[in-house]
């Protein structure tokens, strides 16, 4: 870590900033997704399929549970048009 050094910029104007980025060719509003959570049904009635269009809202990719609360199909029919989404896969 003594390599590694921070240049703090102070006064930078910050007025017009734009987070936007790209995982694996995804697009992103923010520099972060929604990971896999198991069973989110638990917590809400909606689950995984409400995480799917709070991802999409976001403007964020969401990477599909393994151990989810509700099929594929039943995630996949909550994507709004063009929103690309990622797989857990566990081997």
């Not at 995982?23 to 799917?52: C, M, N, R, W």
């Amino acid at each position: 870590f003594q390599r590694i050094t921070m240049r703090p910029r102070i006064l930078v104007n910050v007025r017009d900033i734009d987070l936007k980025t790209s995982f694996l060719g995804s697009q992103a509003s923010l520099p972060l997704y929604f990971t896999a959570t198991a069973l989110a049904k638990l917590a809400h009635a909606d689950g995984e399929v409400a995480i799917v269009r709070a991802a999409a809202k976001a403007g964020v990719p969401y990477m599909l549970p393994t151990l989810s609360s509700y099929t594929l199909d039943e995630m996949l029919a909550g994507r709004s048009p063009g929103q690309q989404l990622f797989a857990q896969l566990y081997v």
